[in-house]
Nanobody
Framework: QVQLVESGGGLVQAGGSLRLSCAAS????????VAWFRQAPGKERALAAAIRWSAGSTYYVDSVKGRFTISRDNAKNTVYLQMNSLKPEDTAVYYC??????????????????WGQGTQVTVSS
C-alpha cells in the first residue's frame, strides 16, 4: 500500500510562485510514473505535469509549459511541482497520483493506482 501526501498549497497573488510536494510512504517511487492533476471548480480533473521516476522524463500540458517544473528527489522519495508566474486560472485542487507500473501514458487518469488527498491552490487577480 502506498500513501501519497501533498503539501505546499495556499493563496498567492497572480504572478507569484508556489511549490507543491508529494511524499510517498509505504514504498519508494522507483519505477513509478508520478503526476500532478488539478481540478478547478466545476471542471473535470485534468493533468498538469508528469514525471517518469527512473528515466526522469517529463511531460507538461500546454497551459503550464514554461511556468511549471516537475522534479523528483530520490533521497526524500518526493516529487515536487514548482509553479511560477501563477495565473487565476491555475486555481484548483492539485492532486498527486502514482502509477506503480511505470507506464508512460501521462494523460490517462484511470491508469494511476494511488492518489493523494489534494491540496488547494488559489491564485488571486
Amino acid at each position: 500500500q502506498v500513501q501519497l501526501v501533498e503539501s505546499g498549497g495556499g493563496l498567492v497573488q497572480a504572478g507569484g510562485s508556489l511549490r507543491l510536494s508529494c511524499a510517498a510512504s509505504g514504498r519508494t517511487f522507483v519505477g513509478y510514473t508520478v503526476a500532478w492533476f488539478r481540478q478547478a471548480p466545476g471542471k473535470e480533473r485534468a493533468l498538469a505535469a508528469a514525471i517518469r521516476w527512473s528515466a526522469g522524463s517529463t511531460y507538461y500540458v500546454d497551459s503550464v509549459k514554461g511556468r511549471f517544473t516537475i522534479s523528483r528527489d530520490n533521497a526524500k522519495n518526493t516529487v515536487y511541482l514548482q509553479m511560477n508566474s501563477l495565473k487565476p486560472e491555475d486555481t484548483a485542487v492539485y492532486y498527486c497520483a502514482a502509477d506503480i507500473r511505470g507506464r508512460w501514458v501521462p494523460n490517462d487518469g484511470y491508469g494511476y493506482d494511488y492518489w493523494g488527498q489534494g491540496t488547494q491552490v488559489t491564485v488571486s487577480s
